[in-house]
C-alpha cells in the first residue's frame, strides 16, 4: 500500500471523501432546478456521484497498489482535487452561466471573462490531475514479475 506522508490511512480516506462526494451529487440534484444552466446543474450532479464512486473504487483499490512513497502521494492528493475540483467547475458553470468550455452542456452560454477563466482553469487542471492519477494506478497495478 503506498504511503502518504501525513495521512495514516489513505485508503480510508479517499473512501470517505468518496461517500461525502457521491451525497455533494446527490444534493446537487436538489438544486437543479434553481440553476442557471440546468441541464450544466444536472452534470454536476453526475460528475459528483461519479466522481464519488471514482474515490470509494480508489480506496478499495489502494491497498493493492505497489508505488513509490512520492508516487503515492501524488496520486491521492491529484485523485482528491480531481474529483472535487470536477464537481466545483460544473456547478459554478451551471450557477454563472460560464459554460464556454462544455458548449452541449452549456448550450453555448458564456458569463464574464472571471467567470469562465475561473472554470477553465478548474476544468484544465483536474483534467491533468485526473489523468495522472490513472497513468499512475495503471502503473501501481502492473503485473507482479514487472515490480
Known amino acids: 500500500m503506498p504511503s502518504v506522508s501525513g495521512v495514516a490511512a489513505p485508503d480510508r480516506v479517499l473512501m470517505r471523501a468518496g461517500v461525502l462526494l457521491f451525497l455533494i451529487g446527490l444534493l446537487t440534484g436538489f438544486a437543479v432546478p434553481m440553476l442557471h444552466l440546468p441541464r450544466m446543474g444536472l452534470a454536476s450532479h453526475l460528475v459528483g456521484t461519479m466522481s464519488g464512486m471514482f474515490l470509494i473504487v480508489l480506496g478499495l483499490v489502494w491497498p493493492r497498489l505497489v508505488l513509490p512513497a512520492w508516487a503515492g502521494t501524488i496520486t491521492f492528493w491529484a485523485a482528491l482535487y480531481g474529483s472535487f475540483a470536477n464537481w466545483l467547475a460544473t456547478i459554478l458553470s451551471a450557477k ?10 452549456g448550450g453555448g452560454a458564456t458569463s464574464t471573462p472571471l ?27 502492473r503485473p507482479t514479475q514487472l515490480r
Do not use: K, Y
Open 115 to 141: 467567470a469562465e477563466g475561473i472554470v477553465a482553469a478548474l476544468l484544465i487542471s483536474l483534467s491533468l490531475a485526473m489523468i495522472l492519477v490513472c497513468v499512475l494506478v495503471l502503473w501501481g497495478l
Open 96 to 105: 454563472w452561466g460560464a459554460a464556454a468550455m462544455m458548449p452541449i452542456a
